[in-house]
């Protein structure tokens, strides 16, 4: 489309605006009717640990929203030359989780508890037990009852409880919403695509709850499924997106949604028996179940698809973070030495030296644990590299290392639904930054699992392209259905590469993955270390 066409687009407001708050950075995406990127802009953050959780400032929430958009709108402005005045649809996504309660005044009453935190582990196993399905330590109901237990004084001041997707969606629109896929990460959803009543009556039956004036139900947010219309950008909101005043109001708003429902949008992994597994910070994958499984597992998730279709999550909390820390030693190494490369530079390099690499990482073991990891036990993380005097290590030893400590505990999980469930899928597409580099993320990622791996061209683009192809089909009207409608509009041209496990790195990653298991030990141990207060 030439840049002529996509100006008269952007001027008449026939484009979808995506934007989605990861963990480490918020990015804004734009795309017009053939659902290609025309702009995008982004936000660099990190999550804080004070007092003992994982949050995010509520300034910083609205700070990030503001200058992602900010610079989306001056790229557009740069390369085609206008000021984007109206938008056709908008869709805000985030990482799923967490706590954030408000009082009827609107007020956040405690910090935002992201779900990184594995402080609920009490809670999630009580209520595992009395709704007979898992509650992760990371679900917004886990972190309430949490609370509760520990009786914290805000619980009875609570009007409301939402996910980060869902606060940023209603302070644009003023409405109190929440996409299905990203309500299914607050509490149990039923097969209609509700909170399920049974679980909404057990959780008020509880003793401890009892004590409170409110119903559960009056605290969560409506649900709603993906193409249905779930407000508009208000003046108000416009202004909040927008401090310039350029923006008008009136956008139609899809419904808010989670980091995962949007990864399964942009992989096109929404039919039944199809599969993706997104990377970053934290890793999951998701499988669209097409039968129930057999029984309740404390490592597999039972949430939904933007339409409300079951899928088992298996949610690994760590997995990137270390190898960014890893290529800030060698960025600096480089920097002392009078070299100046780039972060896609000095990735490609590292990546592409595991190449290099003895099979089982030479008897290295990494453990990337930033954050407790429930499916390996793990209360607290420690980043620990372990090495015998006879291990070989070099650099892509060590590389590889890393690369398979970001993929071993979605395995040990992944293991659960291949081995105990019986769970196969026709497809598997990866996607996430890891695959910019292409190839070496990927086969890791086929050995250490022993499936093909699919990685599609949109692979780093991932979830804000995801919300706006979500915004865009409901201002499309969304007279078909979802599936139908990523097929045949969204994916036609689409390319995608598929690479099948290699032998030797198959074995060589089961042999990494044995010393991985059983130093284990090692990694609980290291919790003595405590960080010093500043």
């Known amino acids: 489309m030439s840049i002529t066409k996509i100006a008269q687009l952007i001027k008449r407001g026939q484009t979808a605006l995506g934007i989605e708050f990861g963990s480490t950075q918020i990015k804004a995406v734009l795309i017009t009717t053939d659902f290609r990127p025309i702009a995008s802009g982004s936000y660099s953050w990190e999550n804080d640990l004070q007092e003992g959780i994982w949050t995010y400032s509520q300034e910083e929430i609205f700070t990030g929203l503001q200058q992602s958009y900010a610079q989306l709108a001056a790229n557009v402005s740069s390369k085609y030359h206008v000021k984007i005045e109206r938008i056709g649809s908008i869709g805000i996504s985030a990482m799923?989780?967490?706590y954030l309660v408000f009082n009827h005044n609107d007020?956040?009453?405690?910090?935002?508890?992201?779900?990184r935190n594995t402080i609920t582990g009490d809670a999630a196993d009580e209520l595992t037990k009395l709704f007979n399905f898992n509650i992760p330590l990371r679900w917004s109901i886990a972190h309430l009852y949490h609370?509760?237990?520990?009786?914290?004084d805000h619980v009875k001041d609570i009007a409301y409880m939402t996910t980060l997707a869902g606060y940023v969606h209603w302070q644009l629109s003023d409405q109190k919403v929440i996409g299905v896929g990203d309500a299914s990460g607050m509490f149990p959803i039923d097969q209609n695509g509700q909170f399920d009543r049974e679980c909404l009556e057990k959780f008020d039956n509880l003793p401890k709850v009892q004590e409170f004036s409110w119903k559960i139900a009056s605290l969560l947010p409506q649900v709603l499924k993906a193409g249905q219309v779930a407000g508009y950008l208000t003046k108000k909101g416009a202004k909040l997106l927008d401090p310039t005043g350029t923006l008008e109001a009136g956008s139609v708003m899809a419904p808010p949604e989670g980091d995962a429902g949007t990864g399964m949008i942009s992989t096109n992994s929404i039919r039944q028996r199809t599969g993706n597994i997104s990377v970053g910070t934290s890793e999951f994958s998701m499988v669209v179940l097409d039968k129930p499984l057999k029984k309740v597992h404390r490592d597999i998730d039972i949430v939904t698809t933007p339409t409300g279709l079951p899928v088992a999550m298996v949610h690994i909390n760590n997995c990137s973070s270390d190898i960014n820390a890893w290529a800030q030693i060698f960025q600096e190494f480089t920097g002392r030495l009078g070299k100046n490369i780039t972060a896609d530079e000095l990735f490609s390099t590292l990546f592409l030296d595991t190449t290099k690499a003895d099979p089982d990482a030479g008897g290295i073991v990494n453990y990337s644990y930033f954050s407790g990891e429930p499916v390996t036990k793990t209360q607290e993380g420690r980043p620990l590299l372990i090495r015998t005097p006879n291990s070989k290590f070099t650099l892509a030893n060590l590389m590889l290392a890393q690369l398979y400590s970001a993929f071993a505990p979605l395995k040990i999980g992944m293991d659960i639904l291949t081995n105990e469930e019986e769970v196969t899928t026709d497809v598997m597409i990866a996607q996430g930054g890891l695959f910019k580099t292409p190839v070496v993320g990927q086969?890791?990622?086929?050995?250490?699992?022993?499936?093909?791996?699919?990685?599609m061209t949109n692979a780093s683009v991932g979830g804000p392209w995801g919300m706006a192809v979500l915004a865009q089909y409901v201002a499309s009207g969304a007279i078909e259905n979802l599936e139908d409608y990523l097929d045949t509009k969204v994916f036609v041209d689409s390319e995608i590469m598929t690479l099948s496990p290699e032998q030797k790195g198959v074995k060589?990653?089961?042999?990494?993955?044995?010393?991985?298991?059983?130093?284990l030990t090692l990694e609980n141990q290291a919790s003595v270390l405590k960080d010093e207060e500043n």
């Open 96 to 98: 799923m989780h967490g």
């Open 107 to 115: 007020e956040l009453l405690v910090p935002f508890r992201t779900w």
């Open 147 to 152: 609370a509760i237990l520990q009786k914290e």
């Open 443 to 455: 086969q890791v990622l086929c050995n250490v699992l022993n499936l093909p791996i699919s990685v």
């Open 508 to 519: 060589g990653a089961a042999k990494y993955l044995s010393r991985y298991r059983a130093a």
